[in-house]
């Protein structure tokens, strides 16, 4: 079985500051794990994938991932907080073995502070 | 290209009624997903079809939860009898492979299901 754990289901930031939101899985397999992004009112689109190769992964609009197999974590981090970084951010893993049903996190919502 | 597109966006029904959702998936993917986002509840597994495969249903809730996917491509979610408790968004998500090294999910905009 496979899941995944956010800590903090909101965590507010100033702008300009380092972002860390945080995630834990649990797979019995080697995972595949992912980070989504959701702005309001709108769908998920994928901020960044590891699958394999370099643990540290790098996404769209300055975030990255690093893949720590002893800690079982992928926290997503950005350097500087801007404004439009708020949204809801999601935790997903795929066991690497086998149909590839996705388990998502329940969700961190980032807020920026001006 | 197109992306995912669901139908309708906002749905409002009473209590008792069925409703139906759908989902046009992009063109070519052959794995589609069903979630349901609820209020500080993240994304729940719904329903998972692949290609001709059985559906994995393992994710729906309740006996009133029903989905099919005609000749691989769209796909109707049907909430029967709804319950208040159903009130969420519904989420679909398409992806273009299942096997090997997964490929993201490109997801549609929801369905914003209220019960009254």
């Known amino acids: 079985a496979q899941s995944v754990t956010q800590l903090g289901s909101h965590v507010s930031v100033s702008e300009g500051a380092l972002v860390l939101l945080r995630c834990n899985y649990s797979?019995?397999?080697?995972?595949?794990l992912f980070w989504y992004v959701q702005y309001p009112n709108q769908g998920l689109q994928l901020l960044l994938k590891?699958?394999?190769?370099?643990?540290l992964v790098k996404g769209i609009n300055g975030f990255e991932a690093e893949f720590k197999k002893s800690e079982t974590s992928f926290h997503l981090t950005k350097p500087s907080a801007h404004m439009s970084d708020a949204a809801e951010y999601f935790c997903?893993?795929?066991?690497?073995?086998?149909?590839?049903?996705?388990?998502f996190g329940t969700g961190t919502k980032l807020q920026v502070i001006p | 290209g197109a992306g995912v597109s669901q139908s309708p966006s906002n749905k409002v029904t009473e209590k008792g009624k069925d409703v139906e959702l759908r989902c046009d998936p992009i063109s070519g993917h052959t794995a589609l997903y069903w979630y349901r986002q609820s209020l500080g509840q993240g994304l729940e597994f719904l329903i998972y079809?692949?290609?001709?495969?059985?559906?994995?249903k393992s994710g729906l809730p309740s006996d009133r939860f029903s989905a099919e996917r005609t000749g691989g491509s769209v796909s109707t979610l049907t909430i029967q009898r709804t319950q208040q408790e159903d009130s969420a968004v519904y989420l679909c998500a398409s992806s273009s492979r299942t096997s090997g090294i997964p490929r993201e999910q490109y997801f549609g905009p929801g369905t914003r299901l209220t019960v009254t």
């Open positions: 590891y699958t394999t190769g370099a643990t």
């Open positions: 997903a893993v795929v066991n690497s073995g086998g149909y590839q049903k996705v388990t």
């Open positions: 797979s019995s397999v080697p995972p595949y």
């Open positions: 079809f692949q290609g001709n495969s059985a559906p994995d």
